[in-house]
């Protein structure tokens, strides 16, 4: 059933520990209702790079908001999506895992304001449309064939093991929850992301749920683990993440007393996807220190996507 990893100690790692804890009558066999895996989403299901693909989306909404006013043109992160400075986009997420947040911050101010009052629906359609339309600028196809063909058949496999299997990412749980399903099979109400505030509004006659021009919370770090417990109520047993702000969720995962498998995916791949380690140094000395176990995608996969449609 996982028919793109390659056989070996990283693709044992995860089968052995399904028939630990799949296995009646064996000291660390997991009730089926307790079998919970959380996995990140930016840079573990799907690529991050050259740009994440929720900054992308937004950047063409900066991009329209500076072309109807001048003044924007000359503030970040506005000036860089007009004047289509990825590496200044890009690296405000580098720099957020490495423990500076000067120009994430910056973000973290404009993204809320850059839908203030859209519905839920009206962005709901905006991001289907995005990734109807839009292409990876770095590998060249859909975005919505960017999705880790692997890690689909993980989801797949642990599901057949009666998993319950979640979406915790630092990106917003709106945009992903139009393309999860479709994209690795996960519906909208096991997605837990960051959020936009959202306010009820009758003006009108109308029901309708707007957002606001403020973050809710964001969703990434030490916020993982309190998001997770929020909506799920129990410690997952999996974590799969690939930075060093899915260290707290990976840590959370399992108890001295009950058995846990936590896996950080390393991007070491130029050919098929990209090589980097930037943003994840700390989780990876952490991996070496712990004994997790670290995905790569060079050695363990055997196919990174599958055919573009």
């Not at 059933?1 to 997991?30: C, H, Q």
């Not at 050259?50 to 992308?56: G, S």
Request: proline share 6%; aromatic share 12%; hydrophobic share 40%.
């Amino acid at each position: 059933m996982l028919e793109s990893w390659n056989d070996g100690p990283t693709k044992s790692a995860i089968t052995d520990f399904v028939a630990l804890v799949t296995e009646e009558g064996w000291p660390d066999y997991v009730e089926p209702a307790a079998r919970v895996a959380v996995f990140d989403n930016d840079g573990t299901l799907w690529t991050e790079k050259p740009l994440v693909i929720q900054l992308d989306f937004t950047v063409h909404r900066f991009r329209e908001l500076a072309e109807n006013d001048s003044a924007l043109r000359t503030k970040q992160p506005y000036q860089a999506a007009y004047e289509g400075d990825m590496h200044w986009l890009g690296a405000a997420v580098v720099k957020h895992y490495q423990g500076d947040d000067s120009d994430l911050k910056l973000l973290m101010v404009a993204v809320p304001k850059a839908f203030e009052a859209v519905t839920v629906e009206d962005y709901d359609r905006r991001v289907k449309e995005f990734f109807d339309a839009a292409d990876n600028p770095g590998l060249k196809r859909p975005y919505r064939a960017c999705g880790y063909l692997p890690m689909v058949e993980l989801l797949r496999y642990l599901e057949a093991n009666d998993f319950a299997t979640y979406i915790a990412s630092g990106g917003d749980r709106d945009f992903m929850r139009p393309v999860a399903e479709d994209l690795y099979g996960i519906p909208p109400e096991r997605v837990i992301g960051s959020a936009l505030g959202i306010v009820y509004s009758s003006e009108g006659g109308q029901s309708a749920l707007l957002y606001k021009g403020a973050m809710d919370f964001f969703d990434d770090g030490p916020e993982k683990p309190v998001r997770i417990w929020s909506r799920i109520g129990r410690r997952p047993i999996l974590a799969f993440g690939n930075s060093n702000g899915d260290v707290p969720m990976l840590a959370f995962s399992g108890t001295p007393s009950t058995p846990s498998l936590r896996l950080l995916l390393l991007h070491d791949d130029a050919d098929r996807e990209f090589d980097y380690t930037a943003g994840a140094e700390p989780a990876l000395e952490t991996a070496d220190r712990e004994n997790w176990t670290v995905v790569s995608i060079k050695n363990d996969w055997n196919a990174v996507f599958a055919d573009a449609t």
